[in-house]
């Protein structure tokens, strides 16, 4: 049997990982849409919150500002989405670093670490299925192991 | 509403005003060449109501009818005036509390500022004699001006120049005679430096100014102090139904009451500050260094400052403020003495110069400084005299000035008269008008400047009884009388005698001048023949002058009427002796520059080995004197001002503004561009309000 308090810890710790994914999302992506999306996430958890909170005391108040939260983060989609699209189409990137360049004059530009070099060595080629109706190309070694299919 | 006097008043100044802004709006594109209609024709307009209005006033206050309606009922009026208030330009209640030097009763000091326009014999003589010979320059200039560049302007000014001298001379009221006093520096201002390209016309007309500025400057205190002295700056009596309910420094309560006006300490300073106004504006010693240098204006507007319009503000301001110089007699003896030191020593600087206009000028200062020997000789025939001479001087030293314009007009410009000689078959009409003018300054009989001369120095010669320091500014002014008729017709023989040279600048120019410039010179020949006799065989001139109240006051004090009786006698004994020593110095420069040419190199010599035809060649270094010790100064200083500023004043301003600068590059690094920096910030921002919330 759940207490009360119980089941508002349940919803509270949910709110605060959404918050906290979100804000990890939005800390370490650098991709705009991504970005926004972690904000919105982080909007959700604190919308959990408060309605968790609202039900926990009975008061209505949490819930309508949560459908304030919700008719204002569509109004910001909106409009984020359309200020993503605009700052594409100027640099043909989603990378926020581009914007990098509304920094202070004197100001040193982000340096694009390097990347990890990729594997020199053949990697192992993912599975794949056979069409049906057609007896799969089966490698002489497979054959040996598997004579009975 | 107004009577006849008052509408005269106030038609007088303004037509002239309304010239200048009609040739102001429509001379530029519209009149051009025919700009001085509208200057002639309201200066013309001005001229006959001025004569009207001397005729009005000279009728309105003879002596037997009684007119003391303007004044408080039932005292015996002192002199002729008659005020009209046009509006009150400002007021401040309540401003001064003071007991009033009339009875025991005090008076609550409102400080207004009324338009109030004053008619009386002294305004109405100056504001004939300006008009007139204004209107006569102005007909010359037509002549002189022509195909000037700048004719529409020129004929802007000189009416503006013109209602500044009638306004000053008419206001009723300190505040306002020192606005028109400006406004006439800066109508002088801009008519000698009229040929602005000119770096000389430029530079001589910051001088007037500057130097009219000093004397300004003591005009302005001595103000402060009148104001502080009587709370008052009127001239007149303000009264209300009957009652007095302001009273004016020269108005009846004052004037009939003994001891009114402030001696000692006080009075003499608020007579010296007042002095050195004069002194500025008039061309006295030792502010008299701007008025050679106006030289460089064009020739009428010369005739126009020395004659009409200009240098006789200060002696008019004198004589207006008669009662206060009688009540200081120290201060009595430094007019005095600046005038005959003025007249002495100008004389002796017009001995020697070469250019005909600046001997004029010198000449002007000198008889400046008759004027004010005779207004400090404080007597009621001194302040008549001097009067009578700025009046007379007016007539002879425009014509001599137009006479000079001629001449520089025939020459191309050219006005040194070493240049050209023997012009009297050339210019006949010039040549016999100068002639008139000269023999008027020389102080020959019966020329005007003979009867006036004569007089300042029989007033002078009466009061060497009463103090020492007369008698010997008597004998410089018999000397100077000397000097003048000797440098006036050095430049006349030299000018129109000899042989005849012409300068090669003249080209075709070399001929008698149109009829609107030889036209006024014989007007003004004839008045420089006639009016001094007539008005003084008529006594019409003193006898008139002699109504106005603060003039009128003289005759009220006791210690007059002694001396006068005797004065008769003495004063033919002075007019003889000034017309001989006037006769020597002619005598000298017909033989100096007309019979023996050859004695003129050894007198030269002679004098320079003493050293003073250098002193005089150099005008005695006043402006060397006055760079060394006010121009070089003044400049040093505003070199460590402009030292200070740049190094100190703007170095503390820079170090301030370096702070901001400093902080910004300090917090600069923030703004770094990354998106992720600045949620980073928020982010801890957050963290640690929950950590200060739990803790």
Not at chain 2, 74 to 80: D, K, N, S, V
Not at chain 2, 243 to 253: A, E, M, N, P, R
Not at chain 2, 413 to 437: A, E, N, S, Y
Not at chain 2, 619 to 642: Q, S, T
Request: hydrophobic share 50%.
């Amino acid at each position: 049997m759940y207490s009360e308090v119980a089941i508002l810890q349940n919803y509270l710790v949910v709110g605060a990982l959404l918050f906290g994914i979100g804000v990890i999302g939005f800390l370490s992506r650098r991709n705009m849409i991504v970005m926004f999306l972690s904000a919105e996430m982080m909007l959700q958890g604190v919308s959990l919150s408060l309605v968790a909170w609202s039900r926990f005391h009975n008061d209505f108040g949490g819930q309508m500002l949560v459908i304030f939260i919700i008719a204002v983060a569509a109004c910001e989609a909106a409009i984020a989405l359309a200020l993503v699209l605009m700052l594409v189409r100027r640099t043909g990137k989603l990378d926020v670093v581009v914007w990098g360049e509304l920094r202070e004059d004197n100001q040193l530009p982000f340096e694009e670490a390097d990347l990890p070099e990729p594997p020199t060595e053949p990697c192992e080629p993912w599975p794949t299925l056979t069409p049906a109706g057609v007896d799969p190309k089966l490698k002489p070694e497979q054959t040996d192991c598997r004579p009975n299919v | 509403m107004f009577d006849t006097i008052e509408i005269l008043l106030i038609l007088i100044p303004l037509m002239p005003l309304g010239a200048t802004v009609a040739t102001a709006v429509l001379g530029a594109k519209i009149l051009r060449g025919q700009s001085h209609w509208p200057t002639i024709v309201a200066i013309g307009l001005s001229c006959l109501m001025s004569l009207a209005l001397v005729l009005k006033v000279s009728g309105e206050s003879k002596p037997a009818t009684e007119h003391a309606d303007t004044h408080a009922a039932g005292t015996h009026a002192i002199g002729y005036e008659k005020t009209v208030t046009l509006w009150s330009w400002a007021a401040v209640e309540d401003a001064y509390d003071y007991d009033s030097p009339v009875g025991d009763s005090v008076y609550q000091g409102d400080f207004r500022i009324n338009i109030v326009l004053r008619a009386d014999p002294l305004t109405a003589i100056m504001l004939a004699m300006v008009t007139f010979v204004s209107l006569l320059v102005a007909i010359y200039s037509v002549g002189y001006m022509h195909d000037d560049p700048g004719y529409w302007r020129f004929f802007t000014y000189i009416p503006l120049f013109v209602f500044s001298m009638t306004m000053l001379v008419s206001v009723s009221n300190f505040v306002l005679l020192y606005v028109f006093w400006e406004a006439v520096g800066m109508c002088s201002y801009l008519l000698i430096g009229f040929w602005f390209q000119k770096p000389e016309a430029a530079a001589a007309g910051k001088k007037a100014f500057l130097v009219n500025r000093i004397g300004d400057f003591g005009f302005a205190l001595g103000l402060f102090l009148l104001w502080t002295t009587y709370g008052t700056l009127d001239f007149h009596d303000t009264i209300v139904s009957g009652q007095v309910q302001s009273l004016g420094i020269f108005g009846q309560t004052m004037l009939a009451t003994p001891g009114a006006y402030v001696t000692g300490g006080v009075g003499t300073a608020i007579c010296l500050l007042l002095l050195l106004g004069a002194c500025g504006k008039s061309a006295q010693f030792p502010l008299h260094v701007w008025l050679p240098d106006a030289m460089e204006c064009p020739t009428p507007v010369s005739a126009l400052i020395h004659a009409a319009t200009m240098v006789t503000a200060g002696v008019y301001m004198v004589a207006r403020c008669t009662p206060l110089f009688q009540a200081s007699t120290d201060a009595q003896h430094v007019v005095a003495f600046i005038g005959g030191f003025t007249a002495l020593l100008a004389a002796l600087i017009a001995l020697t110069q070469t250019d005909l206009k600046r001997i004029l000028a010198y000449s002007t200062i000198s008889q400046l400084g008759y004027m004010f020997l005779g207004l400090g000789a404080a007597t009621l025939l001194g302040i008549t005299a001097g009067m009578f001479h700025l009046f007379t001087h007016a007539f002879f030293k425009a014509l001599l000035f137009l006479g000079a314009g001629s001449v520089m007009h025939a020459m191309g410009g050219v006005i040194d008269v070493r240049q050209f000689g023997g012009l009297r078959r050339l210019m006949p009409k010039t040549h016999w008008t100068f002639l008139f003018g000269s023999l008027a300054l020389a102080g020959v009989f019966p020329f005007a400047g003979f009867w006036s001369k004569d007089i300042i120095l029989a007033a002078v010669h009466e009061q060497a009884e009463v103090h020492p320091l007369y008698e010997w500014l008597y004998l410089a002014g018999l000397f100077t009388a000397f000097l003048t008729a000797f440098y006036t017709f050095r430049a006349f023989f030299l000018t129109f005698y000899g042989k005849e040279r012409i300068p090669k600048e003249a080209g075709h120019h070399a001929h008698e001048s149109p009829l609107s410039m030889t036209g006024p010179l014989m007007i003004l020949a004839v008045c420089a023949l006639v009016v001094g006799a007539y008005f003084e065989l008529t006594h019409g001139f003193a006898g008139f002058l002699e109504r106005t109240p603060s003039i009128a006051y003289l005759g009220t004090i006791a210690h007059e009427a002694a001396g006068h009786a005797a004065g008769e006698g003495n004063h033919l004994v002075v007019a003889i002796i000034s017309t001989a020593v006037a006769l020597a110095g002619i005598g000298l420069a017909v033989l100096l520059y007309l019979i023996r040419p050859g004695l003129r190199d050894g007198l030269t010599r002679a004098m320079d080995a003493v050293g003073l035809y250098r002193l005089s060649l150099g005008k005695f270094y006043f402006d060397e004197i006055y760079n060394a010790l006010v121009i070089v100064p003044i400049r040093a200083g505003a070199w460590l001002c402009y030292w200070i500023d740049r190094t100190l004043v703007d170095g503390l301003v820079n170090a301030v503004g370096l702070f901001p600068m400093l902080v910004g590059a300090g917090l600069r690094p923030l703004q770094n561009g990354m998106v992720q920096f600045y949620a980073m910030a928020m982010v801890l921002g957050l963290l640690v309000l929950i950590g200060v919330l739990l803790m």
